[in-house]
């Protein structure tokens, strides 16, 4: 049997309680769910769907997170108190170390793409096998093993 490429739909996943922070609820009581939709191998990168009942909150970002709005709205404030109305249709992209403010007035929906950095070394590492991979492929002989960070 064959496993469809598509797996799920926006508007038909099956959300699970995912509560927010109480230390960052600053007005109301806002309900937010989520579910994951797909994972990275690596588990560096996700894009999962969340959405949220009416309130005020501060979100910390540890990891950057792409914010694609479905449904609904929200006024985000950033830290020198500037804010911006997103509604559906509207992408903002928060970097790992970010904070904003959210104010639900009734009701959102959002697809985030979430990736985290992988730390210096690491990075470093990364970067010269790569470079390796492809001096080795280029020398016309065997191609070595595809490098499973893209190379």
Same mark, same amino acid.
């Given at each position: 049997m064959v496993e469809s490429v598509i797996r799920l %739909?926006? %508007?038909?996943v099956d959300l699970k309680p995912s509560p927010i922070n109480p230390r960052w609820i600053l007005e109301g009581n806002p309900v937010a769910r989520n579910t994951v939709l797909s994972s990275s191998r690596d588990g560096m990168a996700s894009t999962l769907v969340w959405d949220c009942t %009416?309130? &005020?909150f501060n979100w910390f +970002?540890?990891?950057d997170e792409t914010v694609y709005v479905v449904k609904g709205g929200v $006024?985000? @404030?950033d830290p020198a108190g500037v804010s911006r109305r997103l509604s559906a249709g509207d992408t903002i992209f928060f970097p790992a170390g970010a904070r904003a403010e959210w104010h639900v007035e009734d009701y959102i929906r959002k697809v985030a793409f979430c990736r985290t950095s992988l730390p210096s070394?690491?990075?470093f590492a990364m970067? $010269? +096998? &790569? &470079?390796l991979a492809r001096l080795f492929r280029g020398r016309g002989?065997? @191609?070595t093993a595809h490098a499973s960070f893209g190379g």
């Open positions: %739909a926006v %508007a038909e %009416a309130g &005020r +970002y540890d990891a $006024v985000i @404030k070394p690491l990075f970067r $010269v +096998y &790569r &470079r002989g065997e @191609k």
